[in-house]
């Protein structure tokens, strides 16, 4: 019976693992996200409250993002396990949304590259 519930395996993060698995079934395995990055909390605040004061997301993306992600923000599809853990966990808890009503991190994340505001437009 022991080998059913993982043998050996599950002292080697196995039930990490297993938490994973129940998650990924649960919030999908990949997200269509955009983000605005800034290493200053005070610049990120500032995008912010454009936003919550109605500018567009990918608007004050351009205007305020530090990153690659200069056109709107948009990182594309990314797949569970492709971001760091702070931007991941964000990302699939948030709801999808889209530009025009974004539902996004506030406040803002912290992770080793900065804060970053993020939107999700889509899971899968």
Known sequence: ???NKGGGKASKG??????GGKKEAKG???VKVRHI??????KCLE?????KSGQKFNEVAAQYSEDKARSGGDLGWMTRGSMVGP???AAFALSVSSLGNPVYTDPPVKTKFGYHIIMVEGKK
Do not use: V, W
């Open 28 to 30: 999908g395995t990949a």
């Open 87 to 89: 931007f991941q966990d």
């Open 47 to 51: 995008a912010l409250e454009k936003i």
């Open 1 to 3: 019976m022991p080998k």
């Open 37 to 42: 990055l800034c290493e200053k909390q005070s």
């Open 14 to 19: 196995g039930s990490e693992a297993a938490a």
